[in-house]
């Protein structure tokens, strides 16, 4: 399987580098058929394989303002769409506040890693202020009753969300996201450079 995969990743860059006149949208569809393709996840694979499970590292430096210092989802693979519970835990030392840039890496296993390009505003992107992206209105009740802000600034503090149950609505979630292994990292930074926070995951996602 990983031979198979990695003679795909290979023709896929091959192909997109024979044919320079291919525009950007004919070498992203052959990206997205490339993490279309039905994937084993990891833990179902035979030894030498790790097992593979949900995991998560605060990778923030010593001095970043925000910390997590929890968090748990289950079940795992989280099912799209479906239900999970989720609780965290974390807490900010110095106010966090426009513009907040964040810069992503996605990766996907198809028998190897593969970093996901930015395809319409999803997987390895870098966002100017993400304070633009979260809603204008009042926060949802579950971040309400636990004292935890949705909008910017946020303000120093420690916050914590008890195991919460959530339902997850596959919407318009691209086919080539779903059902896979993923390794994600989000590094927040503020408008001078400044390092904020940091967080990165091993996450499996199962198509229900």
Excluded at 94 to 113: M, R, T
Excluded at 126 to 154: A, Q
């Amino acid at each position: 399987m990983l031979k198979v995969c990695f003679l795909l990743v290979l023709l896929v860059a091959v192909t997109s580098a024979s044919r320079p006149f291919a525009s950007i949208e004919e070498t992203m569809d052959a990206f997205k058929s490339l993490l279309s393709l039905p994937q084993r996840f990891g833990r179902d694979e035979e030894a030498p394989q790790a097992p593979f499970e949900f995991k998560w590292d605060d990778c923030s430096g010593g001095s970043a303002a925000a910390h997590l210092e929890s968090l748990a989802i289950s079940p795992d693979p989280i099912p799209l769409p479906g239900n999970i519970t989720v609780s965290a835990s974390g807490f900010i030392k110095s106010s966090l506040a426009s513009p907040i840039k964040a810069s992503v890496e996605l990766y996907k296993k198809v028998g190897i890693w593969v970093k996901i390009p930015c395809i319409d505003q999803i997987g390895s992107c870098d966002y100017e202020d993400v304070c633009s992206f979260l809603p204008s209105g009042p926060c949802p009740e579950i971040l309400t009753k636990n004292n935890i802000p949705c909008h910017c600034p946020f303000a120093v503090g420690n916050y914590s969300l008890p195991t919460t149950p959530i339902s997850i609505e596959v919407g318009n979630l691209p086919s080539w996201l779903a059902n896979g292994d993923y390794h994600g990292k989000a590094a927040l930074t503020d408008g001078e450079g400044k390092s904020l926070a940091c967080v990165e995951a091993y996450v499996s996602l199962k198509t229900t």
